[in-house]
Nanobody
């Protein structure tokens, strides 16, 4: 159901910034809650941030004040601006979408989403 393509990952020094993008196709983007989930081998998955169809945003506690999620429904794109990146933020970041029903659900399981991207890698190293 639909396709999500992420971009914007890369290598930054601690304290640096990156802006991730995720562009959707084949789905009614405006009716989806959009999320960012990160995963690294041996580390498990973490839900990072989400934005519902009304553009209300939500964050995991460790990224509050550093990350900002936003969406542009005219471009079918969700963004994640990441500032003051730290080594513990290094991960594969996946974009995940779920058709909006009521409240946004902050899940980490790919099976719980209607659309899931391949991911973009973020590396934070001195």
């Amino acid at each position: 159901e639909g396709q999500l393509v992420e971009s914007g990952g890369g290598l930054v020094h601690p304290g640096g910034s990156l802006k991730l993008s995720c562009t959707a196709s084949g789905l009614l983007f405006g009716s989806y809650d959009m999320n960012w989930v990160r995963h690294a081998p041996g580390k498990g998955s973490e839900w990072v941030s989400g934005i519902d169809r009304r553009a209300e945003s939500y964050y995991m506690s460790s990224v509050k004040g550093r990350f900002t999620i936003s969406r542009d429904n005219t471009k079918n794109t969700v963004y994640l601006q990441m500032n003051n990146l730290q080594p513990e933020d290094a991960d594969m970041y996946h974009c995940a979408g779920r058709r909006s029903i009521d409240a946004l659900v902050a899940g980490t399981d790919q099976g719980g989403y209607h659309a899931w991207g391949q991911g973009t890698p973020v590396t934070v190293a001195a």
